[in-house]
C-alpha cells in the first residue's frame, strides 16, 4: 500500500530526469572583504532565478551553473557584514563583490527599491537550519500589507493565502483559530504554531491549542509550510505555523516605534517597542495593551503583551540568545445565539457571567554555531508557563435566561512544558553534485493539570470552585496529563541536475501520553432524568507508541523563475485525553477515541517576473483514516447533543490557486513611478468526502469545515506615500458536523448545523512621511450580518455571530 502511495511521485522523477537539463550559464565569482581585499569565507550568495544559495571556500571562491543568459538578482551577505543585492549579466567573466563589514562608519547611501513589494511570498529551499525545498509555503510580511494588524484581523492579514478556514471569535484578535483543508480552525489545534522556530501551544501533545497569538505589529513574517512540514516540525496534517518575530536593529543604538490605535465598540491598542545594537549585544522589545467593548453586548476584554529578545555575538561563528513572552488578558464572553435568534437579532447576548482569563510565559534560549563554511547548528530550549480559565453558565439550551442564583461551570487548565531541539545543516558535494543534509533531534515533556467543577454564583469572574449539590458532581474531574515525546528526523536535497532536485525524509517518532486522576460518573437517574446516585472513578492511563513517517519531495526548473514542485507525506494525530475527560453538556466525547492516520500530498507549479507577477496553483489531497469529527446523536432522555468520534475515512482533494500583478509595470519606462496598482486573487475549490464510516448517514457526507468555493480578491493602488487597498472574500456553506444536518434539524442548542455562505469586504488606507504614518481601515464595509462557527462550550454553546461594520485610526511614529 505504501509503495502505491509512493509511486506517483517516483515516476513523475523519472519522466523529469528524462528533460534535458544541461548547464547555459555559469556564474563565477570571489567574495572580499572591502578595503581589505581579504577572502570572505562561507558567504552566502543567494542566487533568485534558481532559489538557492551557495557558499563560498575558503578563498572567498564560488560558482553556480545551470543559469540562464541575460539579467541575474543575486543578493550576497555573510556574518559580520552588511548584505547588498545587486544584477549581473552573463555570460562575464569572474566577478568580484564586496563586503563592507558592519563595524565600519558609513556615508549617506540611497537604496533605491522596486515600487511593488508583494504581500506574499515563499520560502527559500535552505533557511538558516531548515530544508523546504519542493514544499508548499506561504510567506505573508505584514509590513508590505495595507491592512488593519492592530486587531490582529486574520481576514485581511491571511488573504493571500489559499483555502485557509479562519473562525473570527472576537474583535480583538486575542486568538487565531485557522484551518484548511477540512481541518478543524479551533485555536489553530491542528498546525504546529511556533513563534522563532519554538512552540507556543499549550501542550504539543496532550492539548495542542494556540491561546496566544503573537501582535501582527511586532510580527517580520509568517511562515506557513502545508502537511509535508511533518517530517521537521511535527506529525500535525496542518503542518507548521510559524511567527518570526521583529529582532534587533542592527544600524541603531536605540530605534523606537509607537503606535496608538482607536477603534469602534470602545477599541484602543498601544502597541511601542525599541530595538538597537551596542557592540556585540543587541535586542529588541516590545510592550503592548488592547482593549475594547465588543459588537455585542457582554464582550469586554482586556490584554497585556510584552516580549523581549537579547542576543550577544560571542565570536563571528557563535551567537546565542534569548527571549520571553508574556501575555494575559480577561475577556467576558456574551454567548452564543440558536438559529431563530441570530436570524432576529444577531447582536443580541443572554449571558452577563461568562468569562475567560489567560496567563501565558514563554521562554525561549538558542544558539547558532557556524562549523564550517557550510556547516551549522541551531539548539533551541523552549518552556511555557501557563494557564487558561473558563467560568460560566452554558446549558444545553442556549435560550435558557440565566440570573444569578445559578452556579457556574468552572474549568482551569495549569501547563508547564520544556523542551530541546538541535539540528545541523551541512551543504557539501558527492560526485560533482550539490547536496544539503539536515539531522535534527526533539525532546519535549508536557505536562498539564486539568479541574473541572462547580464555580460561584454572581456575575464577576471569580475563578474559584465552591462546593457543588449532588446533581452538579458529575461535571466534577481532576486529572494530569504527563506527556513525553522523542523524535529524530533527517532530509536530504539530492540535487540530481542542475534543474532537478529530490527531497526525501524520515522522521521517528515516540510518544507516551497519560493520564491520572478522577470523575464524575452518573449510576442511576430519576424519572425526571437527574442523576440520582454518582460515585467517584477513578482513572490512570498510559498510551506509549512508536512509528516512522516517511516523505518526498520533487522540484523541477525547466526555465528561469518558474518551478514545478510535488511532495508526499504521511501525518499522524494523538488523540488528547484532555478533551475525553470534559464534561460538556451539549456534546459528549467517545471514550474510545483513537489516534489518526493519512497522508497529504501537492503537486502544483509556481514562479514570478521580478515587479510584474508573482503565482502559485497546485492540486493537493489529504487522507484521513480514523478521522474524528462530530455527528448528531441523543442523550438518554432524547436531548439532541454533538457526540466526536472516529467518523470514519476521509478523502478531501482539492484545487488551490493564487496569484497577485503589479498592473502599472507595463507603462512604459518615462511614466510616473510614484502610481502603484496591484491585484490579487486566490481560490480553493475543494471536494470533501466520507469514503467509509461504520456510522449511520455519514458515507457519502461532506467533510465538516470544507466550503466547496473559497474566494479571495483584492487590490491595492497608491501615489507617493499614499496607498490603499480593498479586499473581498466569500465562502460557500459548510457544515459543522459529519452528519450534514439542515437547519431545519438543528435542535436547541445549535452547536450543530449548517453554517451559511457569506461574503466580506474591508478597506484599509495609509500614508507615510519620513517617521510618521497614518493609518485608517473599514472592517466588514457592507455591515454583513454572518457567522463562522458553532461553538459546543466556551465561548458559547451556539452560533457566535461575526462583527458587524467597524472602523479604526492608527497613529504611528518611528525614531
Do not use: C
Not at 496534517?237 to 542592527?250: A, I, S, V
Not at 510535488?566 to 499522524?572: A, D, F, K, V
Request: hydrophobic share 35%; no cysteine; charged share 20%.
Amino acid at each position: 500500500m505504501r509503495f502505491l502511495v509512493y509511486k506517483p511521485l517516483l515516476l513523475v522523477a523519472v519522466l523529469l530526469l528524462a528533460f534535458d537539463a544541461r548547464a547555459q550559464e555559469t556564474l563565477r565569482g570571489r567574495v572580499v572583504a572591502a578595503g581589505t581585499g581579504q577572502p570572505v569565507a562561507g558567504a552566502e550568495v543567494y542566487v533568485k532565478s534558481l532559489a538557492r544559495a551557495v557558499l563560498t571556500d575558503s578563498t572567498g571562491r564560488l560558482e553556480v551553473t545551470g543559469l540562464a543568459a541575460g539579467p541575474q538578482q543575486v543578493r550576497v551577505s555573510a556574518l559580520g557584514y552588511l548584505p547588498f543585492a545587486l544584477e549581473v549579466t552573463l555570460p562575464a567573466d569572474g566577478f568580484t563583490f564586496e563586503l563592507t563589514s558592519r563595524d565600519r562608519t558609513l556615508g549617506e547611501v540611497v537604496v533605491a527599491a522596486p515600487q511593488t513589494t508583494f504581500g506574499q511570498t515563499r520560502l527559500r529551499e535552505v533557511e538558516g537550519t531548515a530544508i523546504f525545498a519542493a514544499k508548499k509555503s506561504e510567506v505573508i510580511v505584514p509590513e508590505n500589507l495595507v491592512a488593519n494588524l492592530a486587531t490582529n484581523n486574520a481576514r485581511q492579514v491571511y488573504a493571500r493565502v489559499p483555502g485557509l478556514n479562519i473562525w473570527e471569535s472576537d474583535g480583538g484578535g486575542l486568538q487565531l483559530s485557522i484551518g484548511g483543508r477540512g481541518l478543524d480552525p479551533n485555536r489553530t489545534s491542528n498546525f504546529n504554531v511556533r513563534q522563532n522556530n519554538y512552540d507556543i501551544s499549550a501542550d504539543a501533545l496532550g492539548y495542542p491549542e494556540s491561546y496566544y497569538t503573537p501582535p501582527t505589529e511586532a510580527v517580520k513574517r509568517i511562515q506557513l509550510v502545508r502537511g509535508a512540514a511533518s517530517l521537521q516540525y511535527g506529525t500535525q496534517f496542518g503542518g507548521l505555523l510559524n511567527f518570526e518575530m521583529r529582532g534587533p536593529d542592527p544600524d541603531h543604538k536605540a530605534a523606537v516605534t509607537s503606535r496608538q490605535t482607536v477603534g469602534s465598540f470602545g477599541f484602543f491598542n498601544s502597541f511601542n517597542s525599541v530595538a538597537g545594537t551596542v557592540g556585540k549585544l543587541s535586542y529588541y522589545t516590545f510592550a503592548q495593551y488592547k482593549r475594547g467593548d465588543g459588537w455585542r453586548p457582554n464582550s469586554h476584554f482586556d490584554s497585556k503583551t510584552a516580549y523581549a529578545d537579547v542576543r550577544y555575538q560571542f565570536t563571528e561563528n557563535l551567537k546565542v540568545g534569548a527571549q520571553v513572552t508574556h501575555m494575559d488578558y480577561l475577556a467576558q464572553q456574551p454567548g452564543g445565539l440558536d438559529d431563530e435568534q441570530f436570524r432576529l437579532n444577531p447582536r443580541q447576548s443572554n449571558r452577563e457571567r461568562n468569562w475567560f482569563a489567560v496567563d501565558w510565559n514563554l521562554f525561549n534560549l538558542n544558539a547558532d554555531w557556524k562549523l564550517s563554511a557550510k556547516a551549522n547548528i541551531n539548539l533551541i530550549g523552549f518552556g511555557l508557563v501557563a494557564s487558561r480559565k473558563s467560568l460560566g453558565y452554558r446549558p444545553n439550551r442556549v435560550r435558557t435566561p440565566d440570573n444569578d442564583i445559578y452556579g457556574r461551570d468552572l474549568i482551569t487548565g495549569d501547563f508547564r512544558n520544556y523542551g530541546l531541539e538541535a539540528r545541523y545543516l551541512n551543504r557539501y558535494q558527492l560526485a560533482g553534485k550539490d547536496g544539503v543534509l539536515l539531522v535534527g533531534t526533539r525532546l519535549y515533556k508536557g505536562y498539564n493539570h486539568s479541574i473541572q467543577g462547580f464555580g460561584p454564583a454572581g456575575r464577576g469572574a471569580d475563578f474559584r470552585f465552591v462546593a457543588a449539590d449532588a446533581q452538579s458532581l458529575n461535571n466534577f474531574s481532576d486529572y494530569t496529563f504527563p506527556n513525553f515525546n522523542a523524535a529524530g528526523f533527517v532530509e536530504n536535497i539530492f540535487y540530481l541536475t542542475d534543474k532537478l532536485s529530490v527531497t526525501p525524509g524520515l522522521r521517528y517518532e515516540y510518544i507516551r501520553t497519560q493520564a491520572n486522576g478522577f470523575y464524575g460518573e452518573v449510576q442511576d437517574r430519576d424519572l425526571a432524568g437527574n442523576p440520582a446516585t454518582i460515585r467517584q472513578r477513578n482513572e490512570q492511563l498510559n498510551r506509549p507508541r512508536g512509528f516512522l513517517l516517511g516523505g518526498i519531495g520533487v522540484s523541477y526548473k525547466p526555465q528561469e523563475q518558474l518551478e514545478v514542485y510535488g511532495n508526499i507525506s504521511q501525518n499522524y494525530r494523538s488523540i488528547t485525553f484532555s478533551d475525553i475527560r470534559i464534561a460538556n453538556p451539549s456534546a459528549v466525547i467517545d471514550p474510545n477515541l483513537v489516534d489518526e492516520r493519512g497522508y497529504s500530498a501537492d503537486l502544483g507549479a509556481r514562479g514570478e517576473k521580478t515587479g510584474v507577477l508573482t503565482y502559485d496553483v497546485s492540486a493537493f489531497a489529504l487522507n484521513y483514516n480514523n478521522r474524528i469529527g462530530e455527528v448528531l446523536t441523543f442523550d438518554a432522555n432524547g436531548r439532541d447533543v454533538r457526540k466526536r468520534t472516529n467518523v470514519g475515512r476521509a478523502l478531501i482533494l482539492g484545487v488551490e490557486a493564487y496569484g497577485e500583478l503589479e498592473l502599472l509595470s507595463f507603462l512604459p519606462a518615462d511614466a510616473d513611478r510614484r502610481w502603484q496598482w496591484s491585484v490579487f486573487g486566490n481560490t480553493a475549490f475543494i471536494r470533501g468526502r466520507y469514503l467509509k464510516s461504520a456510522l449511520p448517514n455519514v458515507e457519502g457526507r461532506r467533510v465538516e469545515f470544507v466550503p466547496d468555493v473559497n474566494l479571495k480578491l483584492g487590490t491595492r493602488a497608491g501615489y507617493g506615500p499614499f496607498k490603499a487597498s480593498l479586499q473581498y472574500l466569500y465562502l460557500s456553506n459548510q457544515f459543522s458536523d459529519a452528519t450534514n444536518v439542515n437547519a431545519k434539524e438543528v435542535g436547541p442548542s445549535a452547536v450543530i448545523g449548517p453554517i451559511p455562505a457569506y461574503q466580506i469586504l474591508d478597506a484599509s488606507l495609509s500614508w507615510e512621511h519620513r517617521w510618521l504614518k497614518l493609518e485608517g481601515s473599514i472592517n466588514n464595509l457592507t455591515d454583513a450580518r454572518y457567522f463562522t462557527r458553532r461553538a459546543t462550550g466556551y465561548p458559547g454553546p451556539g452560533i457566535l455571530p461575526s462583527d458587524g461594520r467597524s472602523y479604526f485610526l492608527t497613529v504611528g511614529v518611528k525614531l
